[in-house]
């Protein structure tokens, strides 16, 4: 850290896991998980490691049952999502960025969470992601404030 010139402040050291690859680069995914009136819903974003934004399929491609991995990784999402809302009852999240990833063996990570997620990236994927999720944020805040809302 001395050649670096870290030498001064605090730092937070993780263990290094190899994720699945997509053209020779490991990768993480993206999920926005947005509450309705039903609870969490989610979207999939950034999927290729520095931010390149690419459909959940077309990265995982070559996966056998593609299908099959979205199940897991929505439920460990919405549960995150639940321990949140159980931790800080008396705050409203509506809007979360979760980081996954599925290591080389199947496993899945989470990776992080963020309460300020930005959702630029399925503006050049999907834009009519890009425009749910601006609009469920508007829904989901008015309803929350008592006004009816028709969807």
Request: charged share 30%; net charge positive.
């Amino acid at each position: 850290m001395k050649e670096r010139n870290l030498d001064s402040g605090r730092f937070i050291v993780q263990k290094w896991i190899q994720f699945k690859t997509y053209k020779g680069n490991s990768f993480d995914m993206r999920f926005h998980m947005q509450k309705n009136d039903k609870g969490w819903v989610w979207r999939v974003t950034n999927l290729a490691k520095g931010g390149k934004p690419l459909p959940f399929e077309t990265v995982m491609e070559s996966e056998p049952d593609t299908g099959k991995l979205k199940v897991p990784l929505i439920a460990v999402c919405k549960a995150i999502g639940e321990a949140i809302d159980q931790a800080y009852p008396d705050d409203c999240f509506a809007d979360i960025r979760m980081d996954i990833g599925i290591d080389s063996e199947g496993k899945v990570w989470f990776i992080e969470a963020d309460c300020r997620p930005l959702f630029k990236g399925f503006k050049k994927i999907f834009l009519s992601s890009y425009q749910d999720i601006c609009q469920r944020l508007i829904y989901y805040s008015t309803s929350k404030q008592g006004f009816i809302v028709a969807s």
